[in-house]
């Protein structure tokens, strides 16, 4: 058998339908594809082969929810009232962003993934869209292109009230001003899944993602209506699923008013849900993902084990990185499944298996994307990732699936394939220059603080030592016309 590169002497874990785990295996790809999984072959010829001796290969990790722009927010506005966390990102982004900041953010943003183990992420282009102008949603697609993994790009309507304010700069120099309503949302939408979707070789993705899937006040019902309607519209012509953000009563004023549940959307958070919309969700086959470490968990529980009890496909996602968080979906797995067992007293809770298909298998189902991504099986793409388990605390060396949730992170990443593609090996990149990506990250996160003002906003809050919690004393609001003013 002839392939162009060749992984032997590793333990595979398949996630397939079968969940193999093969000791001392070998996986053949061609091109972009896996063709030979199996026992290790004596006379093959490849053009390159990696000796994974020691080494855990896994399909590639899927971050189903996420948001392009956080990686350059990191802790900005730590201490302040968390609505007026959202609300200054919303700023930064909406008004204060140029298409360098994007193109430095999907870089850096891109490359934790990748050191991570996360083969194909979905990323919203701000914490609620930003859609004035594609030239930011591409700044975005081109600078993960360079990093190699697999992107969704996500632009809809962003939360009401409308019209957003939007402003373009160059450099340090504000050039125009403009306020847009949710009706050119939905034509930017249009127009973002037209020119991105299932682009360059199949790595690049974009669908219609509006913030919310349900109920928002300031529209009326006729017009959640419209652009529930027009979303599904745009998801049908170019046959791509939905995505959104859904909290408590989301789930049965889309069932009873907007009939857009289904099983080609995913929806994030679901925190504070009834039994009722359980049931919904189960009826319509609408995926869940869970962020065990969002704002929005703390806040309100996901019910995961009631919903996957119930038949919902549900999985956990980062909604990396801003304010307070890593794309490191090992660590997610963990966190994710130490919540429900502690909520329900029961250590025996998601078994390590199971979890590990909650970033595998059961996340490239959420995405739409199972047919090729998301287990390791012939006939599916080269998506994998190489643990290295000669460390303390992975050895002994059994029960593989089990120490990949339990003790593994993103950092025992060795090595990561993507398409076939060798894109890290022995936690090298040789593809992007590393140092030039953090340089360039550092320079448009500085400038876009500057723009908004925002330069107090990067301080340490002053109880952060000496109180048990945040006290929240400082309240800011920010103006759409006029900047961020103090209260």
């Known amino acids: 058998m002839e392939f162009s590169l060749y992984l032997k002497n590793g333990t595979v874990i398949t996630v397939d339908p079968d969940y193999r785990i093969l000791h001392g295996a070998a996986i053949g790809i061609h091109n972009d594809t896996i063709t030979y999984i199996g026992e290790a072959l004596p006379d093959c010829s490849a053009e390159r082969v990696l000796d994974c001796s020691g080494m855990v290969l896994l399909p590639g990790f899927i971050d189903s929810h996420a948001h ?122 249009h127009a973002a899944v037209k020119k991105f979707n299932n682009t360059n070789s199949g790595l690049t993705f974009s669908y219609p993602t509006p913030s919310f899937i349900g109920c928002r006040e300031g529209l009326s019902l006729e017009e959640h209506k419209l652009i529930a309607g027009t979303l599904k519209n745009i998801a049908s012509e170019f046959n791509t699923p939905i995505h959104g953000h859904s909290y408590a009563g989301d789930v049965a004023y889309a069932y009873e008013h907007l009939d857009i549940l289904g099983p080609n959307v995913f929806i994030a958070h679901v925190t504070g849900i009834s039994k009722e919309e359980i049931r919904i969700l189960a009826e319509t086959g609408t995926h869940v993902c869970s962020g065990p470490m969002t704002h929005a968990y703390v806040s309100a529980r996901c019910p995961v084990v009631e919903l996957l009890e119930a038949g919902v496909n549900v999985v956990f996602c980062s909604d990396a990185s801003a304010p307070d968080r890593t794309y490191d979906l090992f660590e997610k797995m963990r966190i994710g499944q130490q919540l429900h067992r502690v909520h329900f007293h029961d250590g025996d809770l998601l078994p390590a298996g199971r979890t590990l298909r909650m970033v595998t298998i059961d996340a490239a189902r959420a995405v739409g994307l199972d047919k090729l991504i998301g287990s390791l099986e012939v006939g599916k793409k080269a998506d994998i990732i190489c643990v ?80 048990l919690r945040h006290q929240g004393k400082e309240i800011y609001s920010i103006s759409q016309a006029d900047g961020i003013t103090g209260v």
């Open 68 to 189: 392009a722009g956080h990686g350059l927010m990191k802790n900005i506005g730590e201490g302040i009232i968390q609505s007026d966390i959202l609300d200054l990102l919303l700023f930064v982004y909406f008004q204060c962003s140029t298409p360098e900041f994007w193109f430095a953010e999907a870089q850096l943003s891109g490359l934790e993934k990748l050191r991570y183990g996360v083969t194909t992420a979905f990323s919203y282009l701000g914490s609620n869209p930003r859609y004035d102008d594609l030239v930011y949603a591409g700044a975005h697609v081109d600078g993960v292109k360079e990093i190699g993994i697999r992107d969704i790009l996500g632009i809809g309507p962003a939360n009401p009230p409308f019209p957003k304010t939007f402003r373009d700069w160059q450099d340090m120099q504000l050039i125009r001003t403009r306020k847009l309503g949710y009706e050119h949302a939905l034509q930017m939408t």
């Open 388 to 467: 290295d388990m000669q460390k303390p605390h992975l050895v002994p060396a059994w029960q593989h699936p089990l120490r990949m949730v339990y003790q593994a992170s993103g950092h025992d990443v060795d090595s990561v394939i993507v398409n076939g593609r060798v894109l890290m090996e022995s936690r090298k990149l040789f593809h992007v220059d590393e140092s030039q990506i953090l340089k360039n990250a550092q320079l448009e996160a500085d400038k876009a603080v500057r723009r908004a003002g925002a330069e107090r906003y990067l301080d340490v809050p002053p109880d952060t030592w000496t109180s």
